[in-house]
């Protein structure tokens, strides 16, 4: 019996784990993943060459390049055929239905992305066999969900063939075969509920700032038999948003801790953040460096983000798909995040310095706890944070308020809700005996912002701890302007360890800074954006302004 021809997928990957082709750590996970899932007999699912090959043979055949070299033919890279044999390739043993209905690809920027969804949206249309398929271009705003739509557009004028049973109606492409359309739809609830989706391409899911998009697509594929939700995205500066859980999801997938048979991801970034200087590293990000993206084009953003720092996470995050804080934050990612880890009940901590920013309702109530040990310089975080009940959900019932993850973050223990619309100051005390008798550490001292305390509270505190170790930071420029800058260099070097805590992260992130006319710094909303909280990165501050102070007192009892 004749050894079939291998199909560009098998290649692809073959490629990838023998080191012919430079991939980072995820890509080789799922290279071998995807390798024994074809060789496997077992099971539910199959993998078929004939369809895996028919929409890259369809998309070579009808569809033409949508911008620069208008009219040439689109000939595909080995790995978006690849991208595409793997969502096509899969089938179920018996009914021949496909097996990935949502895959998400997260490559660097001029790589292809929307020419290839466009050519896959217009397969899916014309080609899939689906009665009155909808194609669904979903996107933040109406500009970017046009992106993949005005790409297909343009394929479509340019093809006879698909021109002779696709035409333009309205703000939509309409296919006279099967009643489908491809149609252009931005986040708005209001239009998206209701549809009956084949197709979802969701473009640039990083720039969403809420779930509405993705979970009203995915929402939206239920009445048929083999959907697919499309997402194809860069990195982007919007944190603890969906990208980060969609990317998080993906992460676990590809490290067997999430068992998801429908869903498929494919991850193209950096291993290091050092890597981005190292042009033999960049094709990790660019799988199309040198064949649809320029090396020159990428040498020369290089070029300028080695000398323009504040250049510099545009291209880290859009070149080589690291995650980046806005560049008009404070705190860079780098300097914001922290992923090492400690387990509580094995560090022998004994005393720590408390930091606390109350509020009443609005802002997060925080509360901090720098710890440290004999002969270790890091300092070790504990955190907690309260909101009521009443300000938790947004008022639409849909999204959490900010634009942030709260209800996730409360499902994870990182945060607490109290009941009706104010935080009482005593949930404060609560915490300090909590981790006291929970976890045997004891509060050395308490740093508070007096503004926002009242006498009661601060009585409680002198009582648990002595009236000498409440300590009052005020707070402007004149206090904080030197902490700052020694808390940066701490966080520069990872020395301050919190468990990797998305909120903590998030709040400091959040952080610009207004100087006076001597150059000192403190702490302000990133654009005086109310939503943009840094009540965590308050209070740790005032922890670190106390643990400061107090250091070689506390370093007697530790």
């Not at 980072?24 to 060789?39: F, G, N, Q, V």
């Not at 408390?354 to 009443?360: L, R, V």
Request: charged share 30%; net charge negative.
């Amino acid at each position: 019996m004749a050894r079939r021809k291998q199909t560009a997928l098998e290649r692809y990957c073959r490629s990838i784990l023998s080191g012919k082709t430079v991939a980072c750590a995820k890509m080789r996970k799922l290279a071998e993943r995807l390798l024994a899932d074809i060789r496997s007999r077992k099971g539910r699912w199959v993998f078929d060459p004939e369809l895996a090959e028919r929409p890259v043979r369809f998309i070579e055949e009808f569809c033409k390049v949508p911008s620069g070299r208008i009219g040439r033919p689109l000939v595909l890279e080995d790995y978006e055929k690849a991208w595409i044999e793997t969502i096509f390739g899969f089938v179920d043993r018996k009914t021949r239905l496909r097996r990935y209905t949502e895959s998400f690809i997260c490559v660097a920027r001029k790589n292809g992305k929307s020419s290839l969804a466009a050519a896959v949206e217009l397969y899916m249309l014309v080609a899939d066999g689906e009665g009155a398929p909808q194609v669904i271009n979903a996107a933040n705003n109406l500009d970017q969900a046009n992106l993949s739509y005005s790409a297909a557009l343009r394929m479509v004028r340019q093809s006879g063939d698909i021109a002779r049973h696709v035409r333009k109606q309205e703000d939509r492409l309409y296919c006279d075969l099967n009643m489908g359309y491809i149609k252009p739809m931005a986040a708005n609830a209001s239009t998206l509920d209701g549809l009956d989706v084949h197709m979802a391409v969701i473009d640039e899911i990083h720039a969403a700032k809420t779930r509405d998009v993705y979970d009203l697509m995915k929402q939206a594929t239920a009445a048929r038999e083999q959907p697919l939700v499309f997402t194809i995205t860069t990195n982007g500066f919007v944190r603890n948003s969906v990208f980060d859980a969609q990317y998080d999801y993906a992460r676990r997938w590809l490290d067997g801790e999430i068992d998801d048979e429908r869903f498929v991801a494919f991850i193209y970034e950096l291993d290091d953040r050092s890597e981005w200087e190292d042009e033999s590293c960049w094709i990790k990000a660019n799988p199309g460096l040198g064949t649809v993206k320029s090396v020159e084009y990428l040498r020369g953003q290089v070029a300028k983000a080695k000398e323009d720092p504040a250049y510099r996470p545009t291209v880290l995050t859009k070149d080589f798909n690291m995650p980046e804080n806005a560049s008009i934050a404070w705190l860079t990612f780098e300097e914001a995040v922290n992923e090492e880890t400690f387990d509580m009940a094995e560090m022998g901590f004994r005393y720590g310095v408390c930091g606390f920013d109350a509020s009443d309702t609005t802002d997060l109530t925080s509360a901090q706890m720098l710890m440290m040990r004999p002969d270790d310089e890091r300092i070790y975080e504990a955190s907690m944070y309260w909101l009521p009940e009443e300000t938790v959900m947004a008022a639409d019932g849909r999204n959490d308020r900010d634009g942030a993850p709260y209800r996730l973050w409360i499902a994870r223990g990182l945060m607490r809700t109290v009941p009706g619309n104010k935080v009482d100051k005593r949930v404060l005390i609560e915490w300090l005996l909590e981790m006291r008798d929970e976890h045997d550490v004891y509060p050395y001292a308490v740093c508070v912002d007096p503004w926002h305390m009242d006498d009661s509270t601060l009585r409680d505190l002198e009582l648990l701890v002595g009236k000498g170790r409440v300590l009052k930071i005020r707070q402007g420029a004149l206090t904080l302007s030197e902490p700052m800058k020694r808390i940066r260099a701490d966080y520069r070097a990872n020395r301050i360890v919190d468990n990797h805590n998305p909120v903590n992260e998030w709040c400091r992130m959040n952080v610009a800074v207004k100087a006076d006319v001597n150059m000192n710094i403190q702490p302000d909303k990133k654009g005086m954006n109310p939503k943009n909280r840094i009540d965590g990165f308050a209070a740790e501050l005032d922890a670190y302004v106390g643990l400061q102070n107090l250091m070689a007192d506390y370093l007697q009892v530790v």
